[in-house]
């Protein structure tokens, strides 16, 4: 009973808030101008998909160098008065779609097409306008990642304490380097940028397609990819959470669903393609990457994991691994990824699937028997 109360209270006082700010911004520069925001998309050979929001637009705050101006940005960040029932058009692949934004402000677009897969993975793009809304830009083109043909690999990565430094195992100790914390200021992970550079080649044009996963909100996906682009770290589509409030539920997504959601939905669009999946032993990592195990025994090749907990070796975590990897599927678990460029390297990522399979079942088989004498 008082659960339901309190989640409906939430969504009030959020339709609350919405109302006081239309009475404050009730202008032509605040109320009819809007804001389009894209998210990097993906396509296969058969359909290809984008998202984004639309919300209203307001001049961005200077988030200078003290704690509080700081904090008053971030928040800004997380306030994102979004605008439902824009429409939306996209553009692509010679054809035009159109859609409205819900009341959280999100729109997408999955369309059909009939176009192979490229030889080399590389970044296509879409065009997004809102034609009946004056908007900051009157047209964003939007990349969209194609995947090589060439039965290569992917990598499906976690973000928080997998490639950024934030302490979510903490949240009191390292509060301020979640609310205060710019692109600029964060850390990665050890070893992170230099894995993932390895494994990519160049960070803007990906050898091969990556997929972040994270139950971090929409509205920091503008920060994230800064930070992921100061520090070398491959783009790619992300996979973020709606934190959205309604009178039914306080969060709209849980954190286990939504990953493991995310992550088959991946393995799923791209049936021809094996998986690197990065992750941390912080939260749920290692539990949801052994259920995309069982459900896809045969898609994923390769699991690395962050160690934040020093629990490699011991532990549910510890059994959770050791039970991948006796499906013959590569385990690497270390403090940081600085360890990891030896395992990476003797997947031989550039090679096809069938070959680096080869190399981890020799890897992982008994020695063999000594001849008699």
Same mark, same amino acid.
């Given at each position: 009973?008082?659960?339901?109360?309190?989640?409906?209270?939430?969504?009030?006082?959020?339709?609350?808030?919405?109302?006081?700010?239309?009475?404050?911004?009730?202008?032509?520069?605040?109320?009819?101008?809007?804001?389009?925001?894209?998210?990097?998309?993906y396509?296969?050979?058969?359909?290809?998909?984008?998202?984004?929001?639309?919300?209203r637009?307001r001049?961005?705050?200077?988030?200078?160098?003290?704690?509080?101006?700081?904090?008053?940005?971030?928040? %800004?960040? +997380?306030?994102?008065?979004?605008?439902?029932?824009?429409?939306?058009?996209?553009d692509?692949?010679?054809?035009?779609?159109?859609?409205?934004?819900?009341?959280?402000?999100?729109?997408?677009?999955?369309? &059909?097409i009939?176009?192979?897969?490229?030889?080399?993975t590389?970044?296509? %793009?879409?065009?997004?306008?809102?034609?009946?809304?004056? =908007?900051?830009?009157?047209?964003i083109?939007?990349?969209? #990642?194609?995947?090589a043909?060439?039965n290569?690999?992917?990598?499906?990565?976690?973000?928080?304490?997998?490639?950024?430094?934030?302490?979510a195992?903490?949240?009191?100790?390292?509060w301020?380097?979640?609310?205060?914390?710019r692109?600029?200021?964060?850390?990665?992970?050890?070893?992170?940028?230099?894995?993932?550079?390895? #494994?990519?080649?160049?960070?803007?044009?990906?050898?091969?397609?990556?997929? +972040?996963?994270?139950?971090?909100?929409?509205?920091? +996906?503008?920060?994230?990819?800064?930070?992921?682009?100061?520090?070398? #770290?491959?783009?790619?589509?992300?996979?973020? !959470?709606?934190?959205?409030?309604?009178?039914?539920?306080?969060?709209?997504? %849980?954190?286990?669903s939504?990953?493991l !959601?995310?992550?088959?939905?991946?393995?799923?669009?791209?049936?021809?393609?094996?998986?690197?999946?990065?992750?941390?032993?912080?939260?749920?990592?290692?539990?949801?990457? =052994?259920?995309?195990?069982?459900?896809?025994?045969?898609?994923v090749?390769?699991?690395?994991?962050?160690?934040?907990?020093?629990?490699?070796?011991?532990?549910a975590?510890?059994?959770l691994?050791?039970?991948?990897?006796a499906?013959?599927?590569?385990?690497?678990?270390?403090?940081?990824?600085?360890?990891?460029? =030896?395992?990476?390297?003797?997947?031989?990522?550039?090679? &096809?699937?069938? %070959?680096?399979?080869?190399?981890?079942?020799?890897?992982?088989?008994?020695?063999?028997?000594? &001849?008699?004498?």
């Amino acid at each position: 009973m008082f659960g339901t109360f309190l989640r409906a209270a939430a969504a009030d006082l959020e339709t609350d808030i919405d109302r006081i700010e239309n009475l404050f911004f009730n202008n032509a520069d605040s109320v009819q101008k809007v804001r389009l925001l894209s998210y990097a998309g993906y396509r296969n050979e058969r359909e290809f998909r984008l998202s984004g929001r639309v919300v209203r637009f307001r001049k961005p705050l200077d988030a200078g160098e003290g704690t509080l101006s700081r904090l008053r940005a971030m928040m %800004a960040i +997380y306030n994102s008065e979004e605008v439902s029932g824009v429409r939306v058009q996209c553009d692509a692949h010679g054809g035009t779609a159109e859609t409205r934004t819900d009341e959280e402000g999100y729109f997408s677009f999955t369309l &059909p097409i009939d176009e192979p897969l490229p030889e080399a993975t590389r970044w296509e %793009a879409a065009a997004i306008s809102t034609p009946e809304r004056d =908007a900051q830009q009157p047209s964003i083109s939007v990349p969209i #990642i194609a995947p090589a043909a060439d039965n290569h690999w992917g990598i499906i990565s976690d973000i928080d304490d997998t490639v950024v430094e934030t302490g979510a195992t903490n949240f009191v100790k390292n509060w301020r380097r979640v609310l205060v914390d710019r692109p600029q200021d964060r850390l990665a992970v050890p070893g992170a940028a230099k894995l993932y550079q390895m #494994i990519a080649h160049d960070h803007q044009a990906p050898a091969r397609p990556f997929f +972040y996963v994270s139950s971090s909100p929409w509205n920091l +996906y503008g920060f994230i990819a800064e930070f992921m682009e100061l520090n070398g #770290i491959p783009h790619g589509p992300m996979f973020l !959470a709606d934190y959205g409030i309604d009178a039914r539920k306080l969060i709209k997504t %849980a954190h286990d669903s939504h990953k493991l !959601a995310a992550i088959e939905t991946i393995l799923a669009f791209y049936p021809q393609l094996r998986f690197l999946l990065i992750g941390d032993n912080g939260q749920h990592d290692v539990e949801i990457y =052994a259920r995309a195990v069982r459900d896809f025994p045969d898609r994923v090749a390769a699991v690395f994991i962050r160690d934040v907990e020093g629990s490699c070796k011991q532990g549910a975590k510890a059994a959770l691994l050791a039970e991948i990897e006796a499906s013959a599927i590569a385990v690497f678990c270390g403090a940081g990824f600085e360890d990891a460029l =030896a395992a990476a390297e003797r997947l031989e990522l550039d090679r &096809p699937f069938e %070959a680096a399979k080869a190399i981890i079942a020799q890897a992982t088989s008994p020695p063999a028997a000594a &001849p008699p004498a």
